[in-house]
Each structure stands twice: as structure tokens, then as C-alpha cells.
């Protein structure tokens, strides 16, 4: 069963940075594709940053030159680095596995999913 942790989540000003994390275990090869989503109170789930099993990315244009996204491949730790942030990155940042190679910003694409992290952009 594949377990997904995410990590790195807090408060910080506009314009800052942060680094979230997901600790994905319980999956032996790297056959896998992820993306990170995120929700906003109020708002759908919204779809910010996809890797396939062959490195392939997309982004949603929102985000688009300011986050990017990596995977570690020693422990498959999956990152999503955010720069530049806005008050309108304010949400809980999930990350969402499938066992396709797929390029999604979907929720419905995937089945596996972390229980999220908060991450607050304000002054």
C-alpha cells in the first residue's frame, strides 16, 4: 500500500520561499507519477505541479516559474519547491500518486494521497 507524509508547510511573507516535502513508501519501483495539489478554503482542488515516471513535468500556469518539482531518487522523496510567493498560494498542499505514467493536474487521475500540509502566504 503506498503511504504518502507530506512536511514543510508553514507561514511566511510574500515573496518568500518554501520547500514542502512527500515521503512516499511502500512502492518498489519507480514506475509511479505524482503531482501536487492544492485547496484553498472554499475552493476546488486545484492541480499545481505533475512528474510522470520518465521526468516529464507540467505545470498550471499559475505557478509556472516560480515552483518546480523534483524527486529524490536514493528514497523517492518527492519536493515541491515554491518561490516567489502570493497570498493566493495560501492553501493545503497535497501530493497524489498513481501507479501510471501520466501527466495530470487531475484529482481524479489519482489514487494514492497525503494528508496535507498548510502553507500560509501573508505580511
Known amino acids: 500500500q503506498v503511504q504518502l507524509v507530506e512536511s514543510g508547510g508553514g507561514s511566511v511573507q510574500p515573496g518568500g520561499s518554501l520547500r514542502l516535502s512527500c515521503t512516499v513508501s511502500?512502492?518498489?519501483?519507480?514506475?509511479?507519477?505524482f503531482t501536487w495539489f492544492r485547496q484553498a478554503p472554499g475552493k476546488e482542488r486545484e492541480g499545481v505541479i505533475a512528474l510522470d515516471s520518465v521526468g516529464g513535468k507540467q505545470y498550471a500556469a499559475s505557478v509556472k516559474g516560480r515552483f518546480t518539482i523534483s524527486q529524490d531518487d536514493t528514497n523517492g522523496t518527492l519536493y515541491l519547491q515554491m518561490n516567489r510567493l502570493k497570498p493566493e498560494d495560501t492553501a493545503m498542499y497535497y501530493c497524489?500518486?498513481?501507479?501510471?505514467?501520466?501527466?495530470?493536474?487531475?484529482?481524479?487521475?489519482?489514487?494514492?494521497w497525503g494528508q496535507g500540509t498548510q502553507v500560509t502566504v501573508s505580511s
Open positions: 511502500g512502492y518498489s519501483a519507480r514506475t509511479y507519477s
Open positions: 497524489a500518486a498513481t501507479k501510471r505514467s501520466i501527466l495530470s493536474l487531475r484529482a481524479s487521475s489519482f489514487t494514492y
